[in-house]
C-alpha cells in the first residue's frame, strides 16, 4: 500500500479528519523546527512555531490551495510564525535586550566534549548577534538558504516573493553577517 | 562601482553560498580571476558562512519526540478549535471586554426604560460615577487595544516597504526583454499593494502612529515612484529613485521608526 502524499493528507485535514496530522507532522516537523530555531535561536519558541504551524494547517486547511505544494506552504507559515514570535519578544524586553537571553541552549547535537562544547556555545552566541542584526524577512532569507539549503526559486515559492528578491536579500545579508563576523574571524 | 559591477558582487555572493547554477558559477569564477576586490569578497563571505556554519544549533533535533508534539497540537485544536490563538490572553481578554463594552451599549440602547425621576445633584453624581467607571475602563482597555494593533500594523507596513525599497535600492536584476533595462516588475505590484494596504490599514493622523507620520509619508511617496516604473524601468530612473531614498536617509528612519513602533 502506497503512502499518502501530502496534498491527501491535505485534503483529509480539509475534511476535519485530525488523523491526517500525525503523518504530516512526521514528514515535516524536524524540517520546520530547524527553520524556526535557527530564526529564534530559543527551543522553546522553536516548538511553539511548530506547534502552531500545524494548528493553522488543519484550521485552513480548507483555504489550501489543492493545487500548491505542502512544503512550501508550511514553511510561509512557519516562518511567519517566527517572525510573529520575534516581534513579540522583541517589544516584551525592549529591542536592546531582545536577544539576550536567547543564547542557545539545550544542544541536541552530538555530545562533544567541555571544550567543544565551549566553542561551540561561543560560536552560537556570536552567529547569534550577528544574524540579530538582519531584517526579519532577510534572516528567514538567509536561514532557509544556508541551514536548511533550499534552492531560491524554492524560498521564492515558500515566501512569496521574486527570485531577484531572494537573491538581493542573501547578497545584502551576507554582506551584512561578513561586516559583523569579521572581528570574531580575524 | 558600477550597476554592472554590483551585479557581480552579488553573483560572488551567491556563489559563496553555492546558489549558482554551473554557467553562472563559470562566469562567476571567470570574472573573480580579473577582479582582485571581487576575489577578496568571496574569500570573506566564505570565511563568515563557514563560521555561520559552525552554528550548534545548525541540524539540531526537536527536543521532544514527534508524539508529545501531536499531543500539544491536538490540545491547542481542542481549546481553540476556531483557530484561536491562546499564547495572548491579553487580545482574547480585551475582545471579551470589548464584546462586554458593546452589550452593554446595545442593551442600554435596547431596553426600554421609565422616564427616571429628576433625581439630587448629589445622587446623579454617584450614580454617574458608579456608572461611568467601569465603562470608561473598558473603553480606554479597548483604546489601549487599537493603540497597539495600530502600531503594529504600521510597523509591519513599514517592514514591509522597507523589503521592497531595499531591493530598489541594492542590486536589481538586468531585464531580459529590454536592453539596457532593469527588472523592477514584482517591485512595481509589491509597491502597489503596499499602498492600496496603506490606504486601508494604516492611519496616519492616529495618536498612536504619530511618531511615524513623516516616514509613513516618504515611504508612500517612494512606493508611489517604484510603483510607477515599467516591469523594465530605464536604470537611470531607478538611479533616481536611489539617490531619493539615500538623501532622505529613509532605510535608517524605517528602521529607528519601526523600533520606535515596536516599542
Redesign the interface.
Given at each position: 500500500m502506497t503512502e499518502p502524499s501530502d496534498r491527501d493528507l491535505m485534503g483529509r485535514l480539509a475534511a476535519g479528519d485530525?488523523e491526517a496530522?500525525?503523518p504530516l507532522?512526521?514528514r515535516h516537523?524536524?524540517r520546520l523546527?530547524?527553520i524556526a530555531?535557527?530564526y529564534l535561536?530559543r527551543?522553546d519558541d522553536?516548538?511553539?512555531v511548530?506547534?502552531?504551524t500545524?494548528?493553522?494547517a488543519?484550521?485552513?486547511a480548507a483555504r489550501w490551495d489543492g493545487a500548491a505544494e505542502v512544503a512550501p506552504w508550511l514553511t510561509r507559515i512557519a516562518v511567519n510564525q517566527a517572525i510573529d514570535i520575534y516581534?513579540r519578544r522583541?517589544?516584551r524586553l525592549?529591542?536592546e535586550e531582545a536577544l539576550d537571553d536567547a543564547a542557545?541552549q539545550?544542544?541536541?547535537?552530538g555530545d562533544p566534549s567541555p571544550e567543544r562544547r565551549v566553542l561551540?556555545?561561543e560560536?552560537?552566541e556570536?552567529?547569534d548577534s550577528?544574524l540579530r542584526i538582519l531584517?526579519?524577512?532577510?534572516r528567514a532569507i538567509f536561514v532557509l538558504?544556508?541551514?536548511e539549503e533550499l534552492?531560491?526559486q524554492e524560498i521564492a515559492q515558500a515566501l512569496d516573493?521574486?527570485l531577484?528578491?531572494v537573491?538581493?536579500?542573501?547578497?545584502?545579508a551576507?554582506?551584512r553577517?561578513?561586516e559583523r563576523?569579521?572581528g570574531?574571524?580575524s | 562601482m558600477t550597476f554592472r559591477h554590483g551585479r557581480w558582487?552579488?553573483r560572488t555572493?551567491?556563489l559563496?553560498?553555492g546558489?549558482l547554477d554551473e554557467a553562472e558559477a563559470a562566469r562567476t569564477r571567470a570574472h573573480l580571476g580579473a577582479c582582485a576586490a571581487c576575489a577578496r569578497?568571496l574569500t570573506?563571505?566564505r570565511?563568515?558562512?563557514e563560521?555561520?556554519?559552525?552554528?550548534?544549533?545548525?541540524?539540531?533535533?526537536?527536543?521532544?519526540p514527534?508524539g508529545a508534539?501531536?499531543a500539544?497540537?491536538?490540545a491547542?485544536?481542542e481549546e481553540?478549535p476556531?483557530?484561536g490563538?491562546v499564547?495572548r490572553p491579553f487580545l482574547a481578554g480585551a475582545g471579551l471586554l470589548a464584546g462586554l463594552v458593546l452589550a452593554a451599549v446595545v442593551s442600554r440602547a435596547l431596553l426600554p426604560t421609565a422616564p427616571p425621576a429628576a433625581p439630587s445633584p448629589a445622587a446623579s453624581m454617584a450614580a454617574a460615577a458608579s456608572e461611568a467607571g467601569p465603562v470608561a475602563d473598558s473603553a480606554d482597555a479597548i483604546r489601549r487595544l487599537e493603540h497597539t494593533l495600530e502600531r503594529?500594523r504600521a510597523?509591519h507596513y513599514l517592514?514591509d516597504a522597507?523589503?521592497v525599497l531595499?531591493?530598489v535600492v541594492?542590486?536589481?536584476?538586468r531585464c531580459a526583454r529590454r536592453r539596457n533595462a532593469v527588472?523592477v516588475?514584482?517591485?512595481a505590484e509589491r509597491s502597489r499593494e503596499l499602498l492600496a494596504r496603506r490606504r486601508l490599514f494604516v492611519e496616519t493622523d492616529a495618536p498612536s502612529t504619530v511618531v511615524a507620520r513623516d516616514v509613513l509619508d516618504d515611504v508612500e511617496e517612494m512606493l508611489r515612484e517604484v510603483a510607477a516604473l515599467d516591469a523594465c524601468a530605464r536604470p537611470q530612473d531607478l538611479e533616481a529613485i536611489r539617490g531619493e531614498i539615500a538623501r532622505r536617509r529613509l532605510l535608517m528612519k524605517i528602521d529607528l521608526v519601526t523600533?520606535e513602533l515596536?516599542?
Open positions: 485530525r496530522l500525525e507532522m512526521e516537523y524536524q523546527y530547524r530555531l535557527a535561536r527551543p522553536a516548538l511553539d511548530v506547534q502552531e500545524f494548528v493553522k488543519y484550521t485552513h516581534r522583541r517589544r525592549g529591542k542557545p539545550a544542544l541536541a547535537v561551540g556555545q560560536i552560537g556570536r552567529v550577528a531584517p526579519e524577512r532577510q538558504r544556508h541551514y534552492s531560491l516573493m521574486s531577484g528578491t537573491k538581493s536579500s542573501l547578497h545584502r551576507v554582506a553577517l561578513r563576523l569579521e570574531v574571524r | 558582487r552579488r555572493t551567491l559563496a553560498l546558489a569578497e570573506e563571505s570565511a563568515a558562512l563560521l555561520v556554519r559552525q552554528d550548534p544549533l545548525r541540524g539540531a533535533e526537536p527536543p521532544v514527534l508534539l501531536v500539544r497540537v491536538r491547542r485544536l481553540a476556531a483557530g490563538r499564547w503594529e510597523a517592514s522597507q523589503d531595499v531591493t541594492s542590486a536589481p536584476q527588472e516588475g514584482p517591485e523600533r515596536q516599542g
